[in-house]
Structures are given as structure tokens and as C-alpha cells.
């Protein structure tokens, strides 16, 4: 019967502190940011290209400003890096996004924007290097820790292949470059 009893008060300690925030009201006002980590898969295609990438490490940052409880805007970017052998590849994207929860209460929040995504595979010798233009997608649930701080899960896409071009030590050598990646990991939001 103790151990019943002691069971039962560590679980209800566990579950209070998330029954307290529940009930805290969300604070999205003003300038806020979040970073986070995790891993991701990026795809290079070309006419010459190999296209199947590995799972990789990839951090993400964002920082802008709220223009209500339910829509944010700011600015997002990501880094991929990947290496095999003496061969380095990174993949990375800036973009310009807006970020919606169509709950202003619930935790669900949409990201869409555009981005500009760059490629670059190097070994001491020469690099590819690649750029192009599109897309960013994403989805995060955002946990709450506090009334102006989360903790968000997260996957996000992009894909871009507008003005894809890739060189080689600096020399145009395919205009068809489409790069893509899919990342996933967990952020801290700050608002």
C-alpha cells in the first residue's frame, strides 16, 4: 500500500508542473528566436551528379519578429554537413519565412517561405559549388517550458532548383542543379 501511495505522489509531481503550464497563457509578442539541432538527409541532382546523400548532422537557427499570437516572420537558416574520406560536403540554406499556428493557443505551428540553398563538396584540391533558389516547408510542435519558452520537434524541406548552377573550382559545368534536403531534431524557441 506504501508503495502504491508513493507511486502515485511522483507521478502526480511529474504531471503537475505540465498541468501549471497548460494553463499559462502563450506570450508571443515582440522579437524572438529559436535554434536547434539534428540530423537530415540532402540530395544533389544533375545531369553528372551522384544524388544519394547519408544521415548527417544539421543545426538550424531563426530570429524575427511576431505580428500577431498566430503569425511570425523572420528569417531561418540551416547548415548539413557530411564527409567521406578526404571529401567534405555541405549543404546549407538562408530564407526568408513566416511562421503560422492556426491555433494561436495549440502548440501546432506551419513554417513556409523561400530560400536560397548552396552546395559544396571539397577534398584539399577542388570544390564543387552549386546554389539555387525555391521552397521551404516545415512543421514543429512546440512544447511549452515556460509562458515565453519551448521546446519544438521539428521537420523541415527544402527544395530549390531555380537558377541551379553547379562549377567546378569556379567553372560552370551543369545548369541543372536541383538540391534538397530533409531535416528533423528538436529547437528552442524563445518569444
Known sequence: ????????????????????????????????????GGAGWARVSCDICRAN????????????????????????????RAGEGSVTELLGAVAAVAYWYPNPMKPLKLKGGLSYTSYRASDEEHALTGGAFGPTLGLSYEWRL?????????????????GGELKFDGAPIAGDLSLSSLQFGAALVKH
Open 53 to 80: 546523400r547519408n544521415l548527417a548532422p544539421a543545426l538550424r537557427g531563426a530570429v524575427g519578429v511576431t505580428l500577431s499570437p498566430s503569425l511570425l516572420i523572420g528569417a531561418d537558416g540551416m547548415i548539413w
Open 146 to 162: 515556460g509562458s515565453s519558452l519551448g521546446l519544438a520537434p521539428y521537420v523541415t524541406v527544402h527544395v530549390a532548383s531555380l
Open 1 to 36: 500500500m506504501r508503495a502504491t501511495i508513493v507511486g502515485v505522489a511522483l507521478v502526480a509531481c511529474a504531471v503537475a508542473p505540465q498541468v501549471v503550464l497548460a494553463q499559462l497563457p502563450v506570450q508571443r509578442n515582440g522579437a524572438w528566436f529559436d535554434v536547434g
